[in-house]
Antibody, heavy 124, light 107 residues
Framework: QLQLQESGPGLVKPSETLSLTCTVS??????????WAWIRQPPGKGLEWIGS???????YYNVSLKSRVTISGDTPKNQFSLKLSSVTAADTAVYYC????????????????WGQGTLVTVSS | SYELTQTPSVSVSPGQTASITCSGD??????ACWYQQKPGQSPVLVIY???KRPSGIPERFSGSNSGNTATLTISGTQPMDEADYYC??????????FGGGTKLTVL
C-alpha cells in the first residue's frame, strides 16, 4: 500500500528557507509515468499546487512560486524534497506531498494518495 | 490565469441528493476531478477523469463534466459525507488549478 509521509521543521523564521521531505513507501519515485507533488493549504483556506517532479527528475512549478521553489528527488532513499526560499507569513500552511498521475505528458493529473500533511508556521 | 469557481456552501438533508458544481471557461474540454476533505484530514480523491471512481469510493458519488461546469453528485447523502469538496482541472497550462472549495453540510 502506497504511503507518503512529510517531515521537517514546523517553525521557520521570515526570510529563511523552508525545507520539507516526503518519504515514500510502497512504490518507487523512479517508477515510470508518475509525478510526485507538493501542495499546500493555508489555515482555513483552499488548496494550492506548489510543484511536481517527474520520475525522470524533470520539475514543474506553479508560476506564482517558481522563483522561490526547488523540488528534488533522492532515489536511493525513495524521498523527494521541497525548498521554499525567502518565506513570509503568507507561506504559513499545511504542506502535503502526494503522488500525481501523468496526464498527457503533463503534471496535470489527479493527486492520490496524499500524505497526512505537516503544518509549517512562518514566524520570528 | 485559469480559474475554477465553486459555491462556498451547500446544504442537504440526509438521504437526499447533493450537487456540487465547479465552473470554468470551457471546463468540459478538460478533465475534472474531485477531492473530499474532512476536518483535520488530508484530501481524498473521490472522482477522477470527470466521472471515474477510485476503488473504495462508494457508488453514491458520481461526476459529470460538460460545457463550463463539472458536477459532483452525492446520491443518498449520509452524515459522513459532510466535508469540504474541491474540484481540480487538468490541462496543459496551467498544469493544476483547484477550485476554492465547497462546504457540504448534511442536516
Amino acid at each position: 500500500q502506497l504511503q507518503l509521509q512529510e517531515s521537517g521543521p514546523g517553525l521557520v523564521k521570515p526570510s529563511e528557507t523552508l525545507s520539507l521531505t516526503c518519504t515514500v513507501s510502497g512504490d518507487s519515485i523512479s517508477s515510470t509515468s508518475q509525478y510526485w507533488a507538493w501542495i499546500r493549504q493555508p489555515p482555513g483556506k483552499g488548496l494550492e499546487w506548489i510543484g511536481s517532479i517527474y520520475y525522470s527528475g524533470s520539475t514543474y512549478y506553479n508560476v506564482s512560486l517558481k522563483s522561490r521553489v526547488t523540488i528534488s528527488g533522492d532515489t536511493p532513499k525513495n524521498q523527494f524534497s521541497l525548498k521554499l526560499s525567502s518565506v513570509t507569513a503568507a507561506d504559513t500552511a499545511v504542506y502535503y506531498c502526494a503522488r500525481q498521475s501523468d496526464y498527457g505528458g503533463n503534471p496535470s493529473g489527479w493527486f492520490d494518495p496524499w500524505g497526512q500533511g505537516t503544518l509549517v508556521t512562518v514566524s520570528s | 490565469s485559469y480559474e475554477l469557481t465553486q459555491t462556498p456552501s451547500v446544504s442537504v438533508s440526509p438521504g437526499q441528493t447533493a450537487s456540487i458544481t465547479c465552473s470554468g471557461d470551457k471546463l468540459g474540454d478538460k478533465y475534472a476531478c474531485w477531492y473530499q476533505q474532512k476536518p483535520g484530514q488530508s484530501p481524498v480523491l473521490v472522482i477522477y477523469e470527470d466521472f471515474k471512481r477510485p476503488s473504495g469510493i462508494p457508488e453514491r458519488f458520481s461526476g459529470s463534466n460538460s460545457g463550463n461546469t463539472a458536477t459532483l453528485t452525492i446520491s443518498g447523502t449520509q452524515p459522513m459525507d459532510e466535508a469540504d469538496y474541491y474540484c481540480q482541472a487538468s490541462d496543459s497550462s496551467p498544469y493544476v488549478v483547484f477550485g476554492g472549495g465547497t462546504k457540504l453540510t448534511v442536516l
